[in-house]
Every structure is written in C-alpha cells, then in structure tokens.
C-alpha cells in the first residue's frame, strides 16, 4: 500500500529554517512526481515544490524561489523540502503528495495527485 509520512515540521522564528521530509513506501517506479502544499488556516491549500525524479527536474512557486530546496534521496525513497529564510505567511500544514505516472512536474492541481501525506505543522512566529 503506498504510503508518504511527512516529517520535520515545527515551530521556527522568522529568518530560520527548517527540513521537511516525505518518506515515501509500497511502490517502485521512475514515472512520478513528487509536491509539496501548504495549508494556512482559513486558507486554500497551495502548491509550493515540486521534483520529477525521472527527469531531475525541480519547480517552486514564485513565493519561495531562493529560499527553498526540494531534493530527493532515492536510496531512502524520500524527498526532502529544505526550507530556509523562514517568513510568518510560510506558516501552515504541509503536505507532500504523489502524481503518479507523470514524467515531468505539471502543475499543483490537487485533484491531480493520487496519494497524500497527513500533513506537519510549520509555524514562523517570533
């Protein structure tokens, strides 16, 4: 059964940073795409990463280009968020979810991603 359990998450003050992590279990397979979303209270759930192993290709939404680094390690199946210049509007649950199938990051419509993560709280407050 696949599975992603995110970890990570936690409180920072405004400038740190944080690691996310999305350990990923019960398949094999290059065609895929990995997102990351967060969710900030009252808020809809938006895109912010994504990384397509089978091409090395990586995406960020404008809001955290230069700040954040998605990257994935596939002897341990996981996928890693660094997050760094943390801002409090970063603040929110993040999830990490799987396309499957896809060659290539198409996009952060949710619909479009199979299986999801049960989120890790991130808070940027001082």
């Known amino acids: 059964q696949l599975q992603l359990v995110e970890s990570g998450g936690g409180l920072v003050q405004p400038g740190g940073s944080l690691r996310l992590s999305c350990a990923v279990s019960?398949?094999?397979?290059?065609?895929?795409?990995i997102g990351w979303f967060r969710q900030a209270p009252g808020k809809e759930r938006e895109g912010v990463s994504c990384?397509?192993?089978?091409?090395?290709?990586?995406h960020y939404v404008d809001s955290v280009k230069g700040r954040f680094t998605i990257s994935r390690d596939s002897a341990k199946n996981t996928v890693y968020l660094q997050m760094n210049s943390l801002k409090p509007e970063d603040t929110g649950v993040y999830y990490c979810?799987?396309?499957?199938?896809?060659?290539?990051?198409?996009?952060?419509?949710?619909?479009?991603?199979?299986?999801w993560g049960q989120g890790t709280q991130v808070t940027v407050s001082s």
């Open positions: 019960g398949f094999t397979s290059d065609s895929y795409a």
């Open positions: 979810a799987v396309q499957l199938g896809a060659y290539y990051c198409s996009g952060y419509v949710i619909y479009n991603y199979d299986y």
């Open positions: 990384i397509s192993p089978s091409i090395g290709e990586t």
